[in-house]
C-alpha cells in the first residue's frame, strides 16, 4: 500500500535574507557616526585631557598610558580597542563591528590632530562639565547610530557570561579601578573631577539616545479598561490597546490596556487612573524609542 506524503515539524520554511543599509540609510550613520567621534574627540583633548581629566573605559586607560609614554593618545586608544573589534564582529555582528571600527579611528585621528590646538578653557569645573556633555554628546551619537567608541561594554558583555555580576556593575568596577589610578598618577583632585566629568558625560549619552522628549509604556490593568481607555484617548489623545490576560492567582481573566505617552503626560494618565477606577493597577516604564504603529498625537478638543 502506499503511503502519502507527510508534512513533518522539520520541514525548510524560507527566510529572508538579511537586507543590507540603503545607501541613504548608510550615508546617514557614516555621518553621524563621524560627528560623533569628532565631538568625542574635541571632549577629550579640548577640555578633559589638557586639565589632566580622565574619561572611563579603554580611553582613561589611554590618557593613562599616554600621560607616562608622551605618545599620542589616539595611537593607544586604537590600539587598545583591536581586540574588541574582533569580539564585537563575533558577538553583535559585521555591521556593529565596522561601525566601531570607524567611530574609533576617527575618534583616535580627531585626537591626534587636536593635541596641539590651544583648550577651551582651564578652569577646572568648567572643563569638567562641558568636556563631560561635549564628550557624552558624541559617545551618545555614535551608538544610536550602531557604533561603539569604547571596547570596555563589549568586553563587560562577555564577562559577564561568566561572573555573577551585571554589565554595568562590571563597567563600574573597570572605571572605579582607572579613576583610583588617576588619584595616584595626578591628585585625588583630579580623580574626584574625573569622577564627575564621567557621570556628566553617562547622563549625556543616556539624553543623547533616547532624546529629551523621553518615552514612557503603561500598563493598566482594571474592571473600568474601556472607560479608562476611551478617556486616555479623548484627554490624552493617545491611542491604546487592549490586550488580553489571566491572574495568576485568582485565574480571572483581565484586560489589560497598553499604551505610549511622553514623560510629561505621565501625571494626567496617573490622574485619568486614579480618578476612574482608584484600585487599577499601573505600571509605567521607560523606554528608548517608539517606531510604527499610531504614537502620533491625535487632537484634543
Known amino acids: 500500500m502506499s503511503q502519502l506524503p507527510v508534512e513533518t515539524a522539520t520541514t525548510a520554511v524560507p527566510v529572508p535574507f538579511h537586507k543590507g543599509l540603503s545607501k541613504a540609510r548608510l550615508a546617514r550613520r557614516v555621518f553621524f557616526i563621524v560627528i560623533g567621534a569628532i565631538l568625542a574627540g574635541v571632549g577629550i583633548e579640548e577640555f578633559l585631557v589638557p586639565n589632566n581629566i580622565l574619561d572611563g573605559g579603554i580611553t582613561g586607560v589611554s590618557i593613562i598610558l599616554s600621560h607616562f609614554t608622551n605618545l599620542k593618545l589616539g595611537l593607544f586608544i586604537f590600539i587598545l580597542n583591536i581586540p574588541f ?37 582651564e578652569d577646572l569645573l568648567l572643563a569638567t562639565v562641558f568636556g563631560g556633555v561635549v564628550l557624552g554628546a558624541g559617545v551618545g551619537i555614535v551608538i544610536r547610530y550602531g557604533g561603539s567608541l569604547d571596547g570596555t561594554e563589549i568586553l563587560a558583555i562577555i564577562v559577564d557570561k561568566k561572573l555573577p555580576f551585571s554589565v554595568g556593575e562590571i563597567i563600574m568596577f573597570f572605571n572605579i579601578f582607572i579613576f583610583g589610578t588617576a588619584g595616584f598618577v ?108 499610531r504614537f502620533k498625537k491625535k487632537a484634543i478638543h
Open 85 to 121: 573589534f574582533y569580539i564585537g564582529y563575533k558577538q553583535i555582528g559585521k555591521t556593529f563591528a565596522l561601525s566601531t571600527l570607524l567611530g574609533i579611528a576617527v575618534f583616535s585621528i580627531t585626537t591626534v590632530l587636536l593635541h596641539e590646538v590651544p583648550v577651551f578653557t
Open 186 to 293: 595626578f591628585s585625588w583632585n583630579r580623580a574626584m573631577y574625573s569622577f564627575l566629568a564621567y557621570f556628566i558625560a553617562f547622563k549625556t549619552i543616556d539624553i543623547v539616545i533616547q532624546g529629551l522628549d523621553e518615552s514612557k509604556s503603561a500598563w493598566i490593568i482594571s474592571e473600568q479598561h474601556r472607560i479608562i481607555g476611551d478617556a486616555i484617548l479623548a484627554r490624552l489623545g493617545r491611542g491604546v490597546t487592549y490586550l488580553n490576560g489571566e491572574g495568576a492567582y485568582t485565574g480571572d481573566d483581565k484586560k489589560v490596556i497598553f499604551c505610549v505617552i511622553n514623560r510629561l503626560e505621565e501625571a494626567k494618565l496617573k490622574a485619568i487612573v486614579e480618578e476612574l477606577d482608584p484600585n487599577a493597577f499601573l505600571a509605567v516604564a521607560n523606554i528608548s524609542e517608539v517606531r510604527g504603529g
